[in-house]
Each structure stands twice: as C-alpha cells, then as structure tokens.
C-alpha cells in the first residue's frame, strides 16, 4: 500500500507564507510525478504545481512567481512554498503523486493525500 501524509496547511494573513508537505510511504518502488492540487468551497479541484522526476516543474498560471514546488527525493517528500498569500489561495490543498509500487508490474498508480486546508485571511 501507498500513503499520502500531507502537512503544513493553516491560517495565515494576506500577504504571509505558509509551507505545505507530503511524504509519500509504503511499498514504493519509484514516484515520478508529484503534485499539488486545490479544491475552494463550490469549485473543483484544479492544478496548483507539478514536479517530475527530473526536477521540472509547471505551475497554474496564478500562482507563477508566489509558489514554488519542490522535493526531496530521498525522502520522498514533495513541497510547496507559498508566498505572497492571496485570499483566493483558500482552499483545501490536495496532494498527488504518480507511484510505481512493488509489485505493480512498473505500472504506475495515482495516489492522492487526505488534503490540508489553507485559509488566507485579507
């Protein structure tokens, strides 16, 4: 099995910065993809960043220059540095990982964390 923990969401002020993490556990055997996700109150879920294996990265286009996505391989942890909080940030923040588990024949799955609600307050 494969576990999404993701940690760092909270309240902060218009303007401020909060930094979110998820490590990914379990069988693991290679993760390629990384992501995170946001979901705001009567929307759907929409794409914040993602990070490859290699290290390249994409971001929705609101949050180029404020948030900054990066991970640590060797921990399997994914980031996201938030700066520059707007009130629109508020949403629950989901994150999301391509997996190659042992066992799965090299076929990938996706894996999602419980999400972590941020509250930017104007």
């Known amino acids: 099995q494969v576990h999404l923990v993701e940690s760092g969401g909270g309240l902060a002020q218009a303007g401020g910065s909060l930094r979110l993490s998820c490590t990914v556990s379990?069988?693991?055997?290679?993760?390629?993809?990384m992501g995170w996700y946001r979901q705001a109150p009567g929307k759907q879920r929409t794409l914040v960043a993602t990070i490859s294996s290699g290290g390249s990265t994409n971001y929705e286009y609101s949050v180029k220059g404020r948030f900054t996505i990066s991970r640590d391989s060797a921990k399997n942890t994914v980031y996201l540095q938030m700066n520059s909080l707007k009130p629109d940030d508020t949403a629950v923040y989901y994150c999301?990982?391509?997996?190659?588990?042992?066992?799965?024949?090299?076929?990938?799955?996706?894996?999602w964390g419980q999400g972590t609600q941020v509250t930017v307050s104007s």
């Open positions: 379990g069988s693991i055997r290679s993760i390629d993809i």
């Open positions: 999301n990982a391509d997996v190659i588990a042992t066992g799965s024949g090299w076929v990938p799955s996706e894996y």
